[in-house]
């Protein structure tokens, strides 16, 4: 694919009208204020992307902070719903959709305009940028940034499906802001919660090696893409779940099955902590048209000699047991209140702990992305796009066409190689058949694993 993408157009979209309105960004807000999500959607068609531009634009009347700005009053970080707008780029490529889709993991990735999330956190630039790149055999790829304080994946969605409706001419589903997230926490969560916060204040030996860590990330680590078919899913579903004695979900059989064969292929074999986010709305009562950063996490102990079911027994108890084993909204809350909301930006959670490899897990199959309708078309590709590459972060969806499970994994070179080999590949895939039919990324991905 060209590397040298032209641009065709460049304009801002804006919902029209301001509304004035500020929100208060509550502590996990805050907390991921430093980083940005960079995502594509891939369709076989071509777009209109004036239609595409008036969509969102209406989207952004039912959502405005994704139009809005950051600044920090007092110590305390806000975001003003100010309608001063949204990027949105067109360009064309002269490689094919295959091509683009092969590179949307790319560190530089031509896909996406990677949001600067520290610089927006200090005020005065875009919260979401898009970038709608036309290939030479009619695709199209719709690249998306936002800034991680705007809200989780749960309230991209919210935004991605309101721009479908608005497309389509279909009624806008509900989106509701939260004034001031904390003060709504501190009125629903229970007086006690498991006491330990989702985040830590490291040393100074500890924040120095972090930030070696960051500056040499696109050098030292490596995205792979893991392509699963629903029938190994339901292999892996079967004889986990049989050697347990319960019934499993898919994304607890993956999760266990990604971890344990990774930490093989590298060698390791100490026990280590996973780390899964957990969308918080459902177990809180609190509706999931919500726009925020509603997570906590589960942090369970992996200990290969245990095997792989039992992580995933594991993984699905911590699950089912977190409104009172894991959830800690309330302990962060007394932890911010104890240091002090000036140390917050020295924090960091819990689950990122390269030195540790703690592994974390993010599951994003079920929000309904392949649903998601633009022009008539559903996407055929969803992926994470050019995302900071730190060790031993993994995020999973659909894969290709909706099918199956895509992985998508950030490892040290060294084990990325590994697992691309022959090697990697049959431990990865121990739970396909001769007989199952390929996945339906493997004609189009060939880097897929």
């Keep these: 694919m060209s590397i040298w993408p032209q641009l065709r157009r460049s304009r801002t979209v804006r919902a029209g009208h301001a509304t004035g309105r500020v929100l208060r960004c509550g502590l996990m807000d805050t907390m991921l204020a430093d980083l940005a999500v960079s995502v594509v959607l891939c369709f076989d068609r071509p777009l209109d992307d004036d239609r595409l531009a008036a969509g969102l634009a209406r989207a952004l009347e039912r959502v405005p902070v994704f139009a809005g700005r950051l600044r920090t009053v007092e110590g305390v970080l806000e975001a003003i719903c100010d309608d001063a707008g949204v990027p949105f780029e067109s360009y064309t490529v002269e490689g ?3 091509e683009a889709m092969g590179r949307a993991t790319a560190v530089g990735s031509e896909l996406v305009a990677p949001l600067d999330a520290p610089a927006a ?8 940028t898009v970038r709608v790149t036309r290939t030479a055999d009619g695709g199209t790829v719709v690249g998306c940034s936002w800034h991680h304080a705007v809200g989780d994946l749960n309230s991209f969605m919210l935004l991605l499906r309101s721009w479908s409706a608005a497309v389509e001419g279909e009624p806008l589903p509900e989106a509701e802001l939260v004034d001031d997230q904390d003060e709504l926490l501190d009125k629903i969560l229970p007086a006690e919660d498991c006491g330990r916060p989702g985040f830590r204040l490291p040393s ?3 924040a120095e090696l972090l930030a070696r860590e960051l500056a040499t990330g696109p050098l030292a680590n490596r995205l792979v893409q893991i392509a699963f078919t629903d029938a190994e899913l339901a292999r892996m579903s079967e004889e986990f779940g049989e050697a347990v004695g319960r019934r499993l979900s898919s994304g607890d059989v993956l999760c266990a099955h990604l971890v344990s064969t990774l930490r093989e292929l590298d060698g390791d074999d100490a026990e280590r902590m996973l780390t899964v986010p957990v969308n918080a709305r459902r177990w809180l ?55 002090g909301r000036s140390r917050l930006r020295d924090c960091v959670p819990l689950g990122f702990d390269p030195a540790a490899r703690r592994f974390s897990f993010s599951n994003w199959s079920g929000f309904g992305v392949y649903t998601v309708t633009f ?24 894969g290709y066409r909706g099918e199956g499970r895509l992985a998508t ?20 895939h121990r739970f396909r058949r001769a007989e199952d039919q390929p996945p339906a990324a493997a004609g189009v991905l060939p880097k897929v694993v």
């Design 204 to 206: 100074e030996a500890e």
């Design 375 to 398: 022009q008539g078309q559903r996407p055929v590709f969803f992926s994470p796009a050019a995302n900071y590459p730190i060790p031993w972060v993994c995020w999973t969806v659909e």
């Design 285 to 339: 009562g609190l509706p999931p048209a919500l726009v925020g950063n509603l997570l906590s996490e589960v942090h369970v102990p992996h200990r290969p000699e245990d095997g792989p079911a039992a992580l995933a027994g594991a993984l699905r108890t911590a699950v089912e047991e977190f409104p009172t084993a894991h959830l800690n909204l309330r302990a962060n809350l007394w932890f911010l209140a104890s240091l």
């Design 96 to 98: 094919t959709l295959a």
């Design 409 to 428: 994994v950030v490892l040290p070179a060294r084990l990325a190689a590994r697992v691309r080999g022959a090697q990697g590949r049959a431990a990865l």
């Design 121 to 128: 956190r200090a005020g005065g630039v875009p919260l979401l």
